[in-house]
């Protein structure tokens, strides 16, 4: 089935740790983007990545380290996990920067404890 | 700054109509965009509105006032189904999405 997929679905981390949220997409889709979604607040943009190769940092970037070896994946890493990180996490893609309509994977649901 | 306002929780009856809201103060406009997302699952795309005017998709239509910095997102003929936080987003001139907090709309019987 043509989509995004994400790893892991859910996961509870303790705090200082290292984690990668990854994300695969078989669209062929140039446009890369990681989102996190908290209570009461609209998405929020971590880091995105036009085509492979290039990245860009979004709103909230500061903690967030992401890759782009390869059209298919954009691998999410928090180098030291701390409890503000603690949120849903989706990974979207589109057929480019200028076209908001983005295909969404089905989250990650991160807690840091 | 840049914001989406639209209200937080909405309640209508099956089989009703409900007007969903949203108002919007972005540097620069390059679109207005409608997500749908269920409680529990990831966002997908309802409609997309650039030019000012009615956009109609089959029980959900958009309208977009550029001047008047306002949208609205109207669901007809109400389902169950239909009970899920509905997302506006406006691209800003660096065609980056800024995203609305969402409307959860409750259809009770």
């Known amino acids: 089935i043509a989509g995004i997929t994400q790893a892991p679905t859910s996961q509870i981390l303790a705090a200082g740790r290292r984690m990668t949220l990854r994300c695969t997409q078989d669209?062929?889709?140039?446009?890369m983007y990681w989102y996190r979604q908290d209570l009461g607040l609209g998405l929020r943009l971590i880091h995105y990545?036009?085509?492979?190769?290039?990245?860009g940092k979004g709103e909230v970037p500061d903690g967030y380290s992401v890759s782009r070896a390869n059209t298919d994946d954009f691998p999410l890493t928090l180098a030291s996990a701390v409890p503000s990180q603690t949120s849903v996490y989706f990974c979207?893609?589109?057929?480019?920067?200028?076209?908001?309509?983005?295909?969404f994977g089905e989250g990650s649901r991160l807690t840091v404890l | 700054g840049q914001n989406i306002d639209q209200p937080t929780e909405m309640t209508a009856t099956e089989g009703a109509i409900v007007q969903i809201n949203c108002t919007y103060q972005?540097?620069?406009?390059?679109?207005l965009f409608w997500y749908q997302q269920h409680a529990g699952e990831a966002p997908t795309f309802l409609s997309y509105?650039?030019l000012d005017g009615l956009e109609e998709k089959g029980r959900f239509s958009s309208f977009l006032s550029r001047s008047k910095g306002y949208s609205y997102l109207l669901l007809k003929e109400l389902q169950m189904k239909d009970s899920a936080s509905y997302l506006c987003?406006?691209?800003?001139?660096?065609?980056?999405?800024?995203w609305g907090a969402g409307t959860k709309l409750i259809i009770k019987p």
């Open positions: 979207a893609s589109s057929e480019g920067l200028n076209t908001g309509e983005l295909f």
């Open positions: 509105n650039v």
């Open positions: 669209m062929r889709h140039n446009a």
């Open positions: 972005t540097s620069g406009f390059n679109g």
């Open positions: 990545s036009n085509t492979a190769g290039t990245t």
């Open positions: 987003a406006v691209m800003d001139s660096n065609y980056q999405l800024i």
